[in-house]
Nanobody, 118 residues
Framework: QVQLVESGGGLVQPGGSLRLSCIISPDIFGIYSWGWYRQTPGKDREFVARIGRDGTTYYADFVKDRFTISRENAENTLYLQMNSLKSEDTAMYYC????????????WGQGTQVTVSP
């Protein structure tokens, strides 16, 4: 069973920053791509970013130049650095994988809430 455990969410003012972390089962972390999704009540989960095993990244248009996805293979950890946060970034954020191609993976973490509010 693949395990994903997110942390790092919280309340932040508009324009602020947060860094999300996701610790993933070490036996497969380094082999695959992983990603971040987010969801607000009443809406489907939407793709935010993904990173390949070689570090190649891909972002949704609405987070380009504000969010940075990264990975630390030695610590089997996935990160999402979020800068210049906006109220519309408020959501539950989930890490996901393993991603093959651009297809959503089968496993999800429990989610971490990000709230952007004055």
């Amino acid at each position: 069973q693949v395990q994903l455990v997110e942390s790092g969410g919280g309340l932040v003012q508009p324009g602020g920053s947060l860094r999300l972390s996701c610790i993933i089962s070490p036996d497969i972390f380094g082999i695959y791509s992983w990603g971040w999704y987010r969801q607000t009540p009443g809406k489907d989960r939407e793709f935010v970013a993904r990173i390949g095993r070689d570090g190649t990244t891909y972002y949704a248009d609405f987070v380009k130049d504000r969010f940075t996805i990264s990975r630390e293979n030695a610590e089997n950890t996935l990160y999402l650095q979020m800068n210049s946060l906006k109220s519309e970034d408020t959501a539950m954020y989930y890490c996901n994988g393993p991603i093959i191609g651009s297809r959503q993976g089968s496993f999800w973490g429990q989610g971490t809430q990000v709230t952007v509010s004055p």
